[in-house]
């Protein structure tokens, strides 16, 4: 198993910047993608960011050239850093692990991103 511990959400104004933090810890070997999702209040949790093991990165369109999304292997963390927020910006973001056995997924609590107009 794989546990996920996000951090680093909060209420920031439109263009400001965030930066989230996913600590890692358990079978982090199994790990093939580490992605980062949001989700609002009746719609579907959506990809943000993904970095897989091999350290290839995919964007969402709407957040291309805004958001970077890194690892660091030697603290078993992820990262999604954000600038340029917009209000639209605005959802839970969750970390997320699927992993190369069973293609299971492991998902954090999660951390609320707030921008303000």
């Known amino acids: 198993q794989v546990q996920l511990v996000e951090s680093g959400g909060g209420l920031v104004q439109a263009g400001g910047s965030l930066r989230l933090s996913c600590a890692a810890s358990g079978s982090i070997f199994s790990v093939k993608q580490w992605g980062w999702y949001r989700q609002v209040p009746g719609k579907q949790r959506e990809l943000v960011a993904g970095i897989a093991s091999g350290g290839s990165t995919n964007y969402a369109d709407v957040v291309k050239g805004r958001f970077t999304i890194s690892r660091d292997n030697a603290r078993n963390t992820v990262t999604l850093q954000m600038n340029s927020l917009k209000p639209e910006d605005t959802a839970v973001y969750y970390c997320?692990?699927?992993?190369?056995?069973?293609?299971?997924?492991?998902w954090g609590q999660g951390t609320q991103v707030t921008v303000s107009s």
């Open positions: 997320n692990a699927r992993t190369y056995f069973y293609d299971s997924n492991y």
